[in-house]
């Protein structure tokens, strides 16, 4: 049986469903040492009233099923949406209220995360968290604005489901883009496993990380390959361009533990829009992304042939992905980079426009490292999730998280239900670099409700790696 037939550990659930954790923890020590004032919040503190999702009429309605399946890209039966991997592609204008009705056909609980898309907390899809898991046979309704436009991906949130298969692109459109091109490609990347996903330590392949807190011996799945909108590289998604069109390239790393590189053959990237949000163009020859970070890139065709897109992972063996960049008239090999070029860094990314609530000093700053805690267990701050103070916070407030990475690996830190500022960019997902790499994020608490705050490798997830940030 494995991990994720059940959803979430019992141990979790009874946790977590005496009363969104805090009444559970009362008593608990405060948050953080570094509370820039006295106004140090408690478990006495009573969680305040989410955010409604928004009701009346619904201009994008869609029924989406989750169960288990074989699409024609896979061969081995998994769980999907839809039977496509990845799911059914979702657009929706700017400001949209779209509804979603998830049917579960899985033998096992699920949900449904909009990862990026600041949602009511209601529907944001953490079990036991903002929802009871939808139990198999069940279904739920789903309702969000599509604001702001960019970039998302949603997935299942549930233990290892997002491994399966279980996650598709969804794209806001904007009304008005600050640059300028031709058509749009959705490009997702992911890690495929030809089996089902165990948890570190279960005895899969890879086995339980080594030593005091696997410093030495990270888990990793031994995946089969990388695979781009669902695809191998022997059969690569092509994209047919005219000479002259730009083209806007929509990068989704839907992977669940694998760090990816991006290159085009031939032609340069013009970063346009960081996990969905808009930045001033920046032209690179190469990108990496963690999961759950996005990238729009434009690419100008203006070199007749064929040009390999591609997407290589920079933490195992398995073979990368690839799209075709596919002139008309042109029917040559595709032709492969030689090089990265110039790498797009953090630094690189410039905004457009700016969060606000966040100028000046933060009235709230939690100082968390990240580190292994031993063997299968990876700790925010020296806790184990669900043995873990939420972060509380109050409404209003300018919010400042310092990330620093104790362990040898990276972690994608992705924050429900805001956006945040790092450095010059406005992101949801951010790699904080292995070997006391550090980031800080600064967000405006704006919308209230119980958010989770996480690694986004499934396998630090669920190894510990969040907290909740709990609105009090
Ligand atoms: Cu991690």
């Avoid at 009705?101 to 079990?127: C, E, F, K, Q, R």
């Avoid at 696997?214 to 590289?233: F, I, K, W």
């Avoid at 085009?264 to 690179?284: C, F, K, N, Q």
């Avoid at 406005?426 to 980031?439: A, F, L, R, S, W």
Wanted: hydrophobic share 35%.
């Amino acid at each position: 049986m494995t991990h994720d037939t059940h959803g979430i550990p019992r141990r979790r659930a009874v946790q977590i469903l005496g009363g969104a954790g805090l009444t559970a923890l009362a008593g608990c020590s405060a948050d953080s040492p570094s509370d820039p004032d006295s106004d140090r919040l408690t478990a006495a503190d009573a969680p305040v009233e989410p955010r409604e999702p928004p009701s009346g009429p619904v201009d994008e309605s869609v029924a989406l099923t989750a169960g288990p399946g074989t699409s024609d890209r896979v061969s081995k039966s998994t769980w999907l949406y839809d039977d496509a991997f990845p799911g059914p592609e979702l657009r929706a204008a700017e400001g949209d209220v779209v509804g979603v009705s998830v049917s579960n056909d899985l033998p096992a609980p699920t949900t449904v995360h909009w990862h990026g898309l600041p949602v009511a907390n209601a529907m944001d899809g953490v079990p036991d968290v903002t929802q009871a898991p939808i139990a198999s046979g069940d279904s739920f309704e789903y309702q969000f604005r599509a604001d702001p436009p960019g970039t998302y991906f949603y997935h299942s949130h549930v233990g290892l489901q997002l491994d399966r298969g279980l996650a598709g692109p969804l794209v806001v459109e904007e009304d008005d883009a600050h640059v300028d091109y031709d058509a749009d490609q959705v490009l997702v990347v992911d890690d495929y496993l030809d089996s089902a996903p165990q948890p570190a330590g279960a005895g899969g392949d890879g086995g339980p990380m080594g030593g005091m807190g696997g410093m030495d011996d990270d888990y990793r799945p031994s995946y089969e390959r990388l695979v781009m909108n669902g695809r191998p590289a022997d059969d690569p998604p092509t994209i047919d361009v005219d000479r002259g069109d730009r083209v806007r390239l929509r990068f989704v790393n839907a992977s669940s533990a694998t760090i990816v590189r991006v290159r085009v053959a031939g032609h340069p990237l013009e970063i346009s829009h960081a996990d969905g949000r808009p930045v001033e163009p920046v032209t690179v020859d190469s990108f990496t992304f963690g999961p759950g970070e996005r990238y729009d890139a434009i690419v100008t065709a203006d070199s007749p042939g064929a040009w390999a897109i591609e997407a290589d992972s920079i933490e195992g063996p398995e073979p990368g992905a690839r799209a075709v960049l596919q002139h008309a008239d042109s029917d040559a090999t595709p032709e492969r980079s030689t090089t990265d070029g110039r790498a797009l860094q953090y630094d690189d990314l410039r905004a457009v426009g700016s969060l606000s609530g966040i100028d000046g000093s933060p009235d709230r700053e939690f100082d968390l490292t990240l580190s292994a805690a031993g063997p299968n267990a990876w700790a925010i701050g020296g806790q184990v999730y669900p043995d873990a103070d939420p972060l509380r916070i109050r409404e209003g407030e300018h919010v400042r998280i310092r990330m620093r990475n104790q362990s040898p690996v990276p972690h994608p830190m992705h924050l429900h239900g805001h956006f945040f500022r790092v450095g010059d960019a406005i992101k949801d997902t951010v790699v904080v670099p292995g070997h006391m790499g550090q980031e800080t994020i600064d967000f405006h608490a704006d919308n209230p409700g119980e958010w989770f705050f996480h690694c986004h490798n499934l396998y630090h997830l669920e190894a510990g790696m969040a907290r909740v940030v709990s609105y009090v």
